[in-house]
């Protein structure tokens, strides 16, 4: 248990810190108590643990679960109470839910759909296209849902007054370079070719109880990204892409294979390879490099090496390697470090 305990306190200092206070307090909490961390210990293997126990919970309340916690769940009541007082209630609350929370921890899994990603991968699309010329045939490996994959239909702005993307999409959404330059950003989204996506348990947005789940992901006080993820699916529903249910390493080289020629190729995905073994990533890699034996490839990744956002990419079979920089995990702003006037004429 001292390990799980370890977990917790490292997501309320690491990740909680002045974004979730409800979060944050719960989680030291959670630590400090035998009951609830053998509660939690019956997740899968691999799993981010305080994510699924606290998803769980909110999944339960979002569902209409009555209790007294609901009232300092700011998802679920207009003025949210501060959450110094909520740890009785939240135990009790897995107290009298304790089956249905343990059946939950361990059949779902943690996949958040943070759409506002894409406000990053906008810029990197458009670097990649402005050096090919070409239209991109897209791979995301652990796609989730595919809200990510429909990066091309939604609108950007980053403090200039301008937007890019698609200016009439119901999501538009925000972002800030932290660091770095502008990039050089088209004022419509680059053309594509075509886009899979492939994931271990694909999320099914017209299923109603999976979408719940998707949401009760999204942390109680992040009402933006709640209302992000609602846009999102909105979109989703009216143009769906192909989603795999598969593994997406095993499966690259024949995914690759159906992209056409005429196309760039772009294997893209965001905090997905933290839960990969680090033979799995050395296996993605060679594949990828594999890959670009045969044509233009770009890979678009973090947490292989260190959580940066990084580009690896082939042209004419000259492989090449370039540091986005850093980027907040929910998309609200990134580093930018690629020169924007290195692109192929």
């Not at 260190?306 to 000259?318: C, E, P």
Request: glycine share 6%.
């Amino acid at each position: 248990m001292k390990h799980l305990a370890g977990n917790f306190i490292d997501f309320s200092e690491l990740e909680c810190k002045g974004s979730s206070p409800l979060y944050e307090q719960l989680a030291l909490k959670v630590a400090d108590n035998e009951e609830l961390l053998e509660l939690s210990s019956h997740a899968r293997e691999g799993q981010p643990i305080p994510n699924l126990l606290f998803g769980a919970v909110h999944y339960l309340l979002l569902s209409g679960e009555q209790h007294e916690l609901r009232k300092y769940y700011p998802s679920l009541t207009e003025k949210a109470e501060a959450p110094d007082k909520v740890f009785p209630h939240f135990l009790n609350f897995c107290r009298t839910h304790r089956r249905l929370i343990m059946e939950l921890i361990g059949k779902k899994l943690v996949q958040t759909n943070e759409v506002r990603r894409c406000a990053y991968l906008y810029p990197v699309f458009c670097y990649i296209h402005k050096k090919t010329k070409n239209p991109l045939s897209l791979i995301e490996i652990g796609t989730s849902a595919g809200l990510q994959l429909l990066w091309d239909q939604y609108g950007y702005t980053y403090g200039d007054n301008l937007i890019y993307g698609n200016k009439s999409s119901v999501l538009q959404l925000s972002s800030q370079v932290r660091q770095g330059s502008m990039p050089g950003l088209l004022s419509a989204a680059p053309p594509v070719a075509s886009r899979t996506g492939v994931d271990l348990h694909v999320s099914d947005l017209t299923d109603g109880e999976e979408t719940l789940w998707l949401k009760a992901l999204i942390w109680p006080e992040h009402k933006e990204r709640r209302e992000n993820f609602e846009k999102a699916v909105s979109q989703f529903r009216e143009n769906p892409p192909s989603l795999v249910e598969g593994d997406g390493v095993l499966l690259l080289e024949e995914l690759a294979a159906n992209a056409t020629s005429a196309s760039t190729l772009c294997i893209f995905h965001t905090h997905v390879a933290n839960q990969m073994s680090r033979e799995v990533k050395e296996e993605l890699l060679q594949k990828v490099t594999a890959i670009g034996r045969e044509r233009d490839v770009f890979h678009i990744y973090n947490n292989i090496e260190d959580r940066k956002l990084h580009l690896d990419y082939f042209i004419n079979g000259k492989s090449f390697a370039e540091t986005v920089g850093e980027t907040d995990g929910h998309g609200r702003w990134f580093d930018w470090h690629l020169n924007n006037t290195s692109c192929l004429a």
